[in-house]
């Protein structure tokens, strides 16, 4: 079993829809949360950060983290066709201020207009 | 540009050659780290430097890998004797403090024939 476990999709919606993409993680020493936006043969841009349990909110998106069930939320609301793209989740301990990441396998998402 | 960059962006070469990619970090960032990435699958943890000391290498960075931060600025990943296996995105990311601070360059596409 990974240590990030994320569905590949792909995941198809309508513009205007809300989104839900979720990971869950089986390490309880992570602390940070993050979600990347990857799109086709690009880096990853990291979309949201948080630190330990709760909410985070970002213009369109939402933030989720639950560290009691081990799983983790980004939700994406009023969808364009622009947020086509893979969504990576990633998180990581604190270790000697690396804070290197974990990274789930992405979900891709397509936006249809 | 003030970003990370990556150099070159695509290298195509046979199997059993040496390779070598560049990253320039973001000028004021001390951590850089190096991921390689398959298709479908999220990036996944070389080696990490803080200023020009390599702080931690993952059991992926074989012995045919090899990474260097001379001065605490550019990077260089080096492959020796080239395996189709190692035919992946090189992404390259440079922080300063913090997981919310850290950016990925655009990365390099090794195809080994």
């Known amino acids: 079993q990974k240590e990030v476990e994320q569905d590949p999709g792909p995941l198809s919606v309508p513009e205007g829809a809300i989104v839900s993409l979720n990971c869950t993680y089986s390490?309880?020493?992570?602390?940070?949360f993050m979600w990347y936006r990857q799109y086709s043969r690009k880096g990853p841009e990291l979309l949201m950060y948080?630190?330990?349990?709760g909410n985070k909110e970002d213009g369109r998106f939402t933030a989720q983290v639950d560290k009691s069930s081990k799983y983790i939320s980004l939700f994406i609301r009023d969808s364009q066709p622009s947020d086509s793209a893979t969504y990576l989740c990633a998180m990581s301990p604190q270790s000697g201020g690396s804070y290197i990441p974990t990274f789930g396998r992405g979900t891709s998402l397509i936006v249809h207009p | 540009d003030t970003g990370v960059s990556q150099d070159p962006r695509h290298k195509i070469t046979k199997r059993g050659q040496n390779v070598t990619f560049r990253c320039d970090p973001i000028?004021?960032?001390?951590?850089l780290y190096w991921y390689r990435q398959t298709l479908g699958q999220g990036p996944e943890f070389l080696t990490y430097?803080?200023?020009?000391?390599?702080?931690?290498k993952s059991r992926l960075l074989s012995d045919r890998f090899s990474a260097e931060r001379p001065k605490g600025s550019f990077s260089t990943l080096e492959i020796q004797r080239t395996e189709q296996g190692d035919s992946a995105m090189y992404l390259c990311?440079?922080?300063?403090?913090?997981?919310?601070?850290?950016?990925f360059g655009p990365g390099t596409r090794l195809t080994v024939l």
């Open positions: 948080t630190y330990s349990s």
């Open positions: 000028s004021e960032h001390n951590r």
């Open positions: 430097f803080q200023n020009e000391a390599q702080l931690e």
């Open positions: 990311a440079s922080s300063l403090l913090s997981p919310s601070d850290r950016f």
């Open positions: 390490n309880s020493a992570f602390q940070y």
